[in-house]
């Protein structure tokens, strides 16, 4: 049974720092692509950041880069996304998932096979 939990969100003030985790369980974590995803009240639920097999390659959603970094350590089966220069726009529940396909389409939420429950974050101005 595959699960992703992630750790990490709470209340910041914006421009303060927060690193999200996400751990996994149940599957072939250094083989398998992850993604950040973030849902805001009343919207859909958006492409954050993907991180390749090995951590080498990354990819971010225009309104996050520069201020937010994936990474990974598979030995930990944990993935992260640090947030930096948080603003009160980067409110929303943030989801990590699994991308067992590598169909390539890494910023769309169907090319993702499981989900974690996700966790809330909230910049306040």
């Known amino acids: 049974q595959v699960q992703l939990v992630e750790s990490g969100g709470g209340l910041v003030q914006a421009g303060d720092s927060l690193r999200l985790s996400c751990t996994a369980s149940?599957?072939?974590?250094?083989?398998?692509?992850m993604g950040w995803f973030r849902q805001a009240p009343g919207k859909e639920r958006e492409f954050v950041a993907r991180?390749?097999?090995?951590?080498?390659?990354?990819y971010y959603a225009d309104s996050v880069k520069g201020r937010f970094t994936i990474s990974r350590d598979n030995a930990k089966n944990t993935v992260y996304l640090q947030m930096n220069s948080v603003k009160p726009q980067d409110t929303a529940v943030y989801y990590c998932?699994?991308?067992?396909?590598?169909?390539?389409?890494?910023?769309?939420?169907?090319?993702?096979?499981?989900w974690g429950q996700g966790t809330q974050v909230t910049a306040s101005s």
């Open positions: 149940g599957l072939s974590f250094s083989g398998t692509g």
């Open positions: 998932a699994a991308d067992l396909k590598y169909g390539g389409n890494y910023d769309r939420s169907h090319e993702y096979d499981y």
């Open positions: 991180i390749s097999t090995s951590g080498r390659s990354t």
